[in-house]
């Protein structure tokens, strides 16, 4: 048996060998490719499920954020709606997942795709494409779509007919889940006596700056202060660092010559930044479009050579300030060394230091740009004994590279070192103390001369004159909070609430003046079903409601699914 196994396998072994190594070969390939699921490759590959997305893929994350970026930016119904959810708590990183929940869930009821009709009519309501008059604005539209054919904008006619497509679904969704509301009659009646209610109200303006009390303080009330408000004083931290400067003025000479397609592609990619002069010509209705837009950019081509220059000056300070910044990395050269200046001068850059700031307070010689202020503040407190290079970071005179050299931690200040500010603090609290005292003692004085007969005027002078201010007084007559008059402030409609005929408000104060509010007419509405506002109301305050619950329960299917995936997430 042995002797037949060996002759056989002798005479066969180039074809037995063939086939053991065809079998290894697809073996091999069968459990390394990545399409199969059996090799390593797609254990390297991030999940966060959230329904059917995959939030770790760029690519549906970047989708999630623009549809809802778009969604928010042309449709202002959806834009409050979203804002009332998050005056409700949610929290606005988590608008675009609360977007995706309403559409997983209108997918999942399978609700019919918009007409051409309600899509028209989305559209003719959006405030991007209406006029001063609140009406639908052809040519603005019109101007929209060439934008985006020509690819100006950061999103194509695909997105946007996608986003309006899935806001009207949303929409039905919304209709469908919200039912009927159930609204309390007492509900409805608040709401009608606090916007229906109509008013005629006297004012009584007390002028802050003719207040000046003498507040003389005492060295212990400034210690007593101290001690109760020392957080108020509190050094913040500060980091020293200094800096490698690439200015644009010098990167201007490297700037190749742009060719003219360059600058008119620049232009046509940024029309917005290039106005046509007021006494450009208009262009007709009946004239070449391509003539009369190659007129518009001559007009104002000195105006993108200009621009275009500058960018690309930009530019090279940026790509000189990371070079710059990976030399050091690589070579570890430290500042104050012949290495190190060498590096400053084959880039072109200039060695400056810079006072010790606070993250609120970057020194106007970094930047006096606000947006820059906050990326170099951010930046440099990144820094310390790990990280001592910071990357290359661009203001509005060009790049900088910082370099870190100490952190300088909170503290508690000492008594003597603020004494200024705590006595000013001090001063100050005692005169608001003061004034709402005052307020206090007006209140009370005009209530009384109001019970003896004189008007408002009256009294409200006469209180002002014993306490030494100055007192306006103005009326408000016949109105309601639901169309209010100019004259009515937040602070003033506050006061209403809680007041009846013939009473005077509590004095409310503003940085410059005290309001006194006299009722001197309060007449409430009808609050019965006779009265046509009350079911308008009541069908209204239904509507929100049931609005509400919907809101609530797709908030809920959302965090029942975050918190389902968080333990698949790899």
């Known amino acids: 048996m042995i002797s037949w196994i060996q002759n056989t396998f002798q005479k066969h072994f180039r074809v037995i060998f063939a086939v053991l190594l065809i079998v290894i070969i697809i073996s091999f390939v069968f459990v390394t490719n990545a399409s199969s699921g059996l090799g390593r490759a797609d254990r390297h590959m991030a999940t966060k499920p959230f329904f059917d997305l995959n939030l770790a893929s760029p690519a549906d994350a970047a989708k999630l954020e623009l549809d809802n970026r778009l969604s928010i930016s042309f449709n202002d119904r959806r834009a409050r709606e979203l804002s009332e959810l998050i005056m409700r708590g949610l929290p606005q990183e988590y608008l675009s997942l609360f977007r995706y929940t309403e559409l997983y869930l209108a997918n999942q009821l399978r609700l019919p795709n918009p007409t051409d009709a309600e899509i028209r009519d989305l559209i003719q309501s959006m405030p991007a494409f209406m006029d001063n008059e609140r009406k639908f604005d052809h040519a603005a539209y019109d101007q929209f779509r060439q934008n985006l054919a020509s690819g100006s904008l950061n999103f194509t006619g695909a997105d946007f007919n996608r986003v309006i497509s899935d806001d009207i679904r949303i929409e039905r969704l919304h209709t469908l889940l919200s039912g009927p509301g159930y609204v309390l009659p007492a509900d409805v009646k608040l709401f009608l006596e606090e916007n229906d209610t109509i008013w005629t109200i006297d004012l009584a303006s007390i002028d802050r700056a003719s207040f000046a009390p003498a507040v003389t303080p005492a060295d212990a009330d400034i210690e007593d202060f101290f001690k109760k408000n020392t957080f108020l004083y509190t050094i913040t931290p500060k980091v020293n660092v200094s800096y490698a400067e690439f ?6 000479a490297s700037v190749r010559p742009a060719t003219p397609e360059q600058l008119r592609a620049f232009h046509d990619a940024n029309p917005a930044r290039f106005p046509q002069p007021a006494d450009a010509p208009k262009a007709e209705e009946s004239a ?14 000195p105006q993108v050579e200009s621009a275009y220059r500058a960018e690309q000056a930009m530019h090279l300070t940026g790509q000189s300030a990371s070079n710059f910044a990976v030399a050091l990395f690589d070579s570890g050269v430290k500042p104050g060394t012949k290495a190190f200046s060498d590096l400053l001068f084959d880039h072109k850059a200039t060695y400056r230091e810079v006072p010790a700031f606070a993250e609120n307070d970057v020194p106007a010689e970094l930047t006096g740009d606000p947006r820059a202020a906050r990326q170099i ?29 100490s952190t300088i931690p909170a503290r508690e200040p000492t008594l003597e070192e603020v004494r200024d500010r705590v006595a000013a603090d001090y001063t100050e609290n005692e005169k608001r103390r003061l004034f709402t005292e005052l307020g206090r003692t007006l209140r009370a004085s005009i209530a009384s001369a109001l019970q003896s007969g004189k008007t408002f005027a009256q009294a409200a002078e006469a209180a002002a004159e014993a306490a030494g201010v100055k007192v306006e007084v103005s009326s408000l007559a016949d109105f309601t909070r639901r169309e209010p008059p100019a004259g009515l402030t937040p602070q003033i409609g506050g006061t209403l609430q809680s007041l009846d005929q013939g009473g005077v408000s509590d004095m409310v104060a503003t940085p410059d003046k005290g309001l006194l509010v006299y009722a001197r007419a309060k007449t409430p509405p009808d609050a019965t079903e006779a009265n046509p506002r009350y079911i308008e109301t009541r069908d209204g305050i239904a ?7 919907a809101a609530a329960y797709i908030n809920d299917l959302m965090n029942q699914e975050l918190n389902r995936t968080a333990s698949v997430t790899e």
Do not use: C, H, M
Not at 247 to 252: D, G, R
Not at 289 to 299: F, I, N, Q, V, W
Not at 543 to 549: E, S
């Open 247 to 252: 200015p644009l003025n010098t990167a201007f």
């Open 543 to 549: 509507a929100d409601y049931g609005r509400a619950a």
């Open 288 to 301: 070449d479009p391509k003539l009369a837009a190659d007129a518009a950019y001559e007009r104002v081509r």
């Open 377 to 405: 503040a951010a930046q440099a407190f990144s820094l310390g004994e790990d990280r001592r290079v910071s990357d290359a970071i661009q203001t509005e005179r060009g790049s900088i590279v910082l370099f870190w050299n």
